[in-house]
């Protein structure tokens, strides 16, 4: 660690255009840079590339600190690294949060970094709405707001049998095309020569518009479950109308 004498040496050089000056000035706060990026970590950003925005806020900490300052270096730092990740994340997000939402987010997460450390686990949302003296809903929905965007590509999970399954396959329709679909196609009469499981899986997912989360529930399966009995039904679907 460097001492105040040694560091305001370097901050003087540094700031003079000293470039090893500075470089060990940022090398001495790596530390102070990573404990604050830990605080930014699963929002859907890789570690390393704020840990180098973090470095980029840093920089700026040593060109503007003024040294008749009668605060330590680290002090006037650290809201300064902080600044400079937060603003990366809002101006990389392009979805548009407003400014309310985006604080509200930042307090539910600094809250569950202290219950985490009060309770040692992740707090629920229940707990965490207690402690800021909010609806859970609330919590919830400044929590989604915050997250970047995911593909309808992109996999949920895999099954137990390695298969993928993607977030297409978890939502609703946003419209009855596949019904209509379905329907020109005269599909009761192969409907019926589905063993039953099958048969209201389908009619479930095509016909009532459920999601496989929603029909997991219904028959008591687990959305895995159901993932496979959809691929089995539709199989045995287009076997059928082959030899119809």
Not at 129 to 151: F, G, M, T
Request: with cysteine; proline share 5%; charged share 30%.
């Amino acid at each position: 660690m460097l001492g105040d004498e040694e560091l305001k040496d370097l901050i003087q050089q540094a700031q003079a255009g000293n470039p090893i000056a500075k470089e060990r000035i940022v090398e001495q706060n790596f530390n102070l840079v990573r404990s604050i990026v830990h605080r930014f970590t699963n929002r859907g950003y890789e570690w390393d590339d704020l840990f180098q925005i973090g470095c980029i806020g840093l920089i700026k900490a040593i060109e503007r600190f003024d040294l008749k300052f009668s605060v330590k270096f680290s002090t006037y730092a650290v809201p300064m690294i902080i600044g400079e990740i937060r603003r990366f994340i809002r101006d990389d997000n392009p979805v548009k949060v407003s400014r309310p939402v985006k604080e509200l987010a930042y307090r539910v997460h600094k809250i569950q970094e202290k219950l985490n450390g009060t309770l040692g686990r992740e707090p629920t949302i229940g707990e965490v709405a207690k402690e800021l003296a909010l609806a859970p809903q609330e919590i919830v929905s400044a929590l989604e707001a915050v997250q970047p965007p995911a593909s309808l590509y992109d996999n949920a999970f895999h099954d137990d049998g390695g298969d993928s399954i993607p977030l297409l396959d978890q939502i609703k329709a946003s419209d009855r095309q596949d019904n209509i679909y379905f329907d020109s196609l005269v599909l009761k009469e192969v409907l019926s020569r589905l063993p039953p499981k099958e048969r209201t899986v389908i009619v479930l997912r095509f016909f009532e518009d459920k999601t496989q989360a929603e029909i997991a529930t219904i028959l008591g399966l687990s959305q895995v479950q159901i993932s496979r009995i959809e691929k089995q039904a539709l199989k045995l679907l287009r076997d059928f109308m082959k030899t119809s």
